[in-house]
């Protein structure tokens, strides 16, 4: 099993906060791997720290056996992680085509400092076609040149999933996609998961509270609370654990 992403005794303080002690947690290509725990447990800001936005305070993340720890956060994109919103984040204003062109774009740009406008025209048509095939995959194509703001919530979720495969990521991190969904919208979701990993190859890191989805896709899951580990397994192991049971599961109506 090629590994895609390695946390090492990955622990990150703010002030006298320890938002995530010594996490340790591995996923291998093609998995569908999933983190749960109450709410503040510290999950998105795992993300955060994969995706180069904080700097863990020790500890090492390694993306295809390379540590990523002082990347920035365009470069760690442009290596190949994608990622969604616990709060989705589109360009609210924008086309749903322009989201998509935007995240496009930033794979022809050398470095941050390369304007959008030295992009020539053949370059231009190239990118507006492959964000017309994506679209058109993603069944979003009808809706191209509506505001994105405009959207209904579910389609908005889709949209910023089709603009994190827009960068063409190895990995993809997706942070409570099914927040908000009702229970047809988000089996809806876990189908269209399941057939986007197929489809691109994915390797896919999802946080999520629906265990219904949580139970449905994943692999391997991985429990923690208060920034700590406290379980990992498959989602049979996890359900049957009494410290996930007491920790989270029991007390899920409440997340
Ligand atoms: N930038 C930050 N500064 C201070 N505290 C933070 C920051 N980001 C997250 N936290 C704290 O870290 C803890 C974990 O937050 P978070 O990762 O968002 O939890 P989860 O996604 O599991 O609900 C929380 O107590 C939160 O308030
Ligand atoms: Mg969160």
Not at 9 to 22: E, K, P, T, V
Not at 33 to 52: D, E, H, L, S
Not at 59 to 75: Q, V
Request: hydrophobic share 40%; proline share 4%.
């Amino acid at each position: 099993m090629e590994n895609i992403l390695k946390l090492t005794d990955m622990s990150i303080q703010f002030g006298g906060l320890r938002a995530i002690d010594s996490l340790n947690l591995e996923v291998d290509k093609g998995e569908i791997v999933a983190i749960i725990g109450p709410n503040g447990a510290g999950k998105t800001t795992a993300f955060n720290c994969i995706t180069g936005i904080y700097t863990p305070t020790s500890g090492n993340i390694e993306y295809l056996g390379k540590s990523i720890i002082h990347k920035e956060p365009e470069e760690i994109t442009k290596s190949g992680i994608a990622r969604t919103f616990q709060n989705i984040r589109l360009f609210k204003n924008l086309t749903v085509f322009e989201n998509v062109l935007i995240a496009v774009h930033l794979r022809y740009r050398d470095n941050i400092f390369t304007s959008a406008l030295r992009i020539n025209y053949k370059q231009e048509l190239a990118m507006r076609e492959e964000v017309k095939i994506l679209l058109e995959s993603q069944d979003l194509y009808k809706y191209k040149n509506d505001i994105a703001s405009s959207l209904p919530y579910g389609i908005q979720r889709r949209l910023e999933i089709a603009r994190a495969l827009a960068t063409k990521p190895t990995l993809l991190l997706l942070d409570e996609p099914a927040a908000g969904m009702n229970p047809q919208e988000t089996e809806d979701l876990t189908k269209y998961i399941k057939s986007i990993r197929n489809k691109f190859g994915l390797t896919i890191l999802l946080i999520e509270h629906h265990m219904d989805l949580v139970m449905d896709i994943s692999e391997r899951i991985y429990v923690i609370d208060f920034g700590k580990l406290i379980a990992k397994g498959s989602p049979d192991e996890i359900q049957n654990n009494p410290k996930v049971i007491e920790a989270y599961l029991g007390v899920k109506e409440n997340a």
